[in-house]
Nanobody, 125 residues
Framework: VQLQASGGGLVEAGGSLRLSCAASGRIFSRSAISWFRQAPGKEREFVASLSWSTSSTYYRDSVKGRFTIAKDSAENTVYLQMNSLKPDDTAVYYC???????????????????WGQGTLVTVSS
């Protein structure tokens, strides 16, 4: 599976952005697509996951209620709707594919099989 991320940009605090992750290739039923982010000087961190077969979703605590992950199965695309953005959300956002997803290990970026190229989100105060 190859992933193409898009949708980043510059937004003021309180604003919204929608990121897209278009997947090409066969998506296995036990898989998931997740979003991670990495801010300058910080480690990559988990943001959200979506199980492809069940559509179950998972979020890091700091984005719950503000971000929504969803999919369009017909288009093989996963979206991350980000509302009420804060300066702390500023980072490069990556989508990633885990073909044998276990929700218990969703935080471990090393388990993800393939990655999109990253899209920069900048939130100004």
């Amino acid at each position: 599976v190859q992933l193409q991320a898009s949708g980043g940009g510059l937004v003021e605090a309180g604003g919204s952005l929608r990121l897209s992750c278009a997947a090409s290739g066969r998506i296995f039923s036990r898989s998931a697509i997740s979003w991670f982010r990495q801010a300058p000087g910080k480690e990559r961190e988990f943001v959200a996951s979506l199980s492809w077969s069940t559509s179950s979703t998972y979020y890091r605590d700091s984005v719950k209620g503000r971000f929504t992950i969803a999919k369009d199965s017909a288009e093989n695309t996963v979206y991350l709707q980000m509302n009420s953005l804060k300066p702390d959300d500023t980072a490069v956002y990556y989508c990633a594919y885990d073909r044998n997803f276990d929700p218990r290990t969703r935080y471990d970026w090393r388990l993800y099989f393939s990655w999109g190229q990253g899209t920069l989100v900048t939130v100004s105060s």
